[in-house]
């Protein structure tokens, strides 16, 4: 209860202060192989155990970055190239980009080696609030939950108490805080902030082009798309983030 209510005092007392703020976020993207083919329970316990066993001493995880332009009307996430990143996607194939003023996204993903225009009204997930708080980035941060139910994942996200603003990494968003962590599914995938840089001059955010036609489609067809293809995995017993995002 006493961290219910600190975290409402201190959103109360600095959303005025922040409305007009904007600022850069900078992410660390962990990535881990085997955490991701033990979170698809549908495959056989016994092959998870294999493959456990096989990759135990092996390097799973590969690292990326990414970063979020915020202003109080928009913003854009999206990963940045690097000579070490294991990525094979270019940051301009895939990015996230919410109007705030007008609730609209223009979100650029792959699915099954097509990509696609997410172009629709702006739906936050449903979170459930915790009371767990940690320090990331030099801010305090409280946790929230969120249970994925077509990739069939927990997440967890830890937002600041002292940003309020309702965005984050990736697609996340709906919290009354800046998100600087999101783990998925037990550390399959984890994004970490690793700086934030803030400034009262409005920062410039321009909606990306994208340089082919794509084809524009809704949240629902695309959630239609991935429910699609987990089906078909699960009845191959192979994991689905071979063809779509985790």
Request: hydrophobic share 35%; proline share 3%; glycine share 4%.
């Amino acid at each position: 209860m006493k961290k219910k209510f600190l975290f409402l005092t201190v959103f109360i007392t600095t959303f005025f202060c922040y409305s007009q703020e904007s600022g850069v976020v900078s992410y660390t993207i962990s990535n881990n192989w085997l955490k991701r083919y033990m979170a698809c329970e549908y495959i056989p316990k016994s092959e998870r155990e294999r493959l456990s066993y096989v990759w135990s001493g092996d390097n799973n995880e590969w690292t990326e970055k990414a970063e979020l332009k915020f202003n109080a009307t928009e913003y854009l996430f999206k990963k940045k190239e690097d000579d070490e990143s294991r990525s094979w996607r270019k940051s301009e194939d895939y990015f996230i980009y919410r109007d705030l003023t007008k609730k609209g996204t223009f979100d650029v993903m792959t699915v099954l080696s097509k990509q696609y225009v997410i172009q629709d009204t702006l739906v936050c997930q449903s979170w459930k609030i915790k009371n767990d708080m940690r320090e990331i980035a030099e801010h305090i941060c409280m946790n929230a939950s969120y249970y994925d139910s077509i990739r069939e994942k927990e997440i967890i996200a830890w937002f600041a108490l002292d940003l309020p603003f309702p965005i984050g990494p990736d697609k996340y968003c709906g919290l009354p805080g800046l998100i600087l962590e999101i783990n998925e599914a037990n550390g399959a995938v984890v994004y970490t902030a690793t700086s934030v840089l803030l400034s009262h001059e409005k920062l410039e955010i321009e909606k990306p082009v994208v340089k082919k036609k794509r084809k524009v489609i809704s949240f629902q067809e695309y959630n239609n798309i991935v429910s699609k293809y987990i089906s078909e995995c699960k009845k191959m017993q192979r994991p689905y983030f071979w063809g779509i995002s985790f």
